[in-house]
T-cell receptor, first 117, second 114 residues
Framework: GAVVSQHPSWVICKSGTSVKIECRSL??????MFWYRQFPKQSLMLMAT?????????EQGVEKDKFLINHASLTLSTLTVTSAHPEDSSFYIC?????????????FGPGTRLTVL | DQQVKQNSPSLSVQEGRISILNCDYT??????FLWYKKYPAEGPTFLIS?????DKNEDGRFTVFLNKSAKHLSLHIVPSQPGDSAVYFC?????????????FGQGTTLQVKP
């Protein structure tokens, strides 16, 4: 159990276009999901915390108008990179927390590789 | 400001020997720590965790040690197996007024040689 999927697994887009990434918890409900990005050979950096039915909480330095997050159901959160530019190219990973306690395990998706040309 | 640090970017050990991965943190508010394992182009997989009220937690071949006074934790893998070759991230969780935000270290690439 505790499977998290992401779609697409990789995407290449032109500069200025928008890209939507889906994160689904397949066998459990997740009140809270998290979005991370990882640059090559660097750590995972939290971008935002997504709570079902409410607005996402963004980390300092993350543009909320550029990275739109929607958590419409207990099994789905989406990240939309608007007007993507080459510097947005990165590996985006979501996680879903099983349970409502802070110490409940976060299960990660396989990630989405975004390349902006 | 790197609050969780893994100062060794890589580690190579022989199969059957012990692997020791280290992690240091700076924020004394952190009171729950986790280790994740990550293969290339995949998301991290949870391995083991430890609360600050403990100094050791063991799960099979994996043991995590926590030294609060030194703000240091380590992951021991024994015996190491070639399938353990991956990037290992330590992460810290602050419970005080925190919603479950994980702060990750930079990762250590472990290579276990047959």
């Amino acid at each position: 159990g505790a499977v998290v999927s992401q779609h697409p697994s990789w995407v290449i887009c032109k500069s200025g276009t928008s890209v939507k990434i889906e994160c689904r918890s397949l066998d459990f409900q997740a009140t809270t999901m998290f979005w991370y990005r990882q640059f090559p050979k660097q750590s995972l950096m939290l971008m935002a915390t997504s709570n079902e039915g409410s607005k996402a909480t963004y980390e300092q330095g993350v543009e909320k108008d550029k990275f739109l997050i929607n958590h419409a159901s207990l099994t789905l959160s989406t990240l939309t990179v608007t007007s993507a530019h080459p510097e947005d190219s990165s590996f985006y990973i979501c996680s879903a927390r099983r349970g409502t306690s802070s110490t409940d395990t976060q299960y990660f998706g396989p990630g989405t590789r975004l390349t902006v040309l | 400001d790197q609050q969780v640090k893994q100062n060794s970017p890589s580690l190579s050990v022989q199969e059957g020997r012990i692997s020791i991965l280290n992690c240091d943190y700076t924020n004394s508010m952190f009171d729950y720590f986790l280790w994740y394992k990550k293969y290339p182009a995949e998301g991290p997989t949870f391995l083991i965790s430890i609360s600050s009220i403990k100094d050791k937690n063991e799960d099979g071949r994996f043991t995590v040690f926590l030294n609060k006074s030194a703000k240091h934790l380590s992951l021991h893998i024994v015996p190491s197996q070639p399938g353990d070759s991956a990037v290992y991230f330590c992460a810290a969780l602050g419970l005080g007024g925190n919603t479950g935000k994980l702060i990750f270290g930079q990762g250590t690439t472990l290579q276990v040689k047959p």
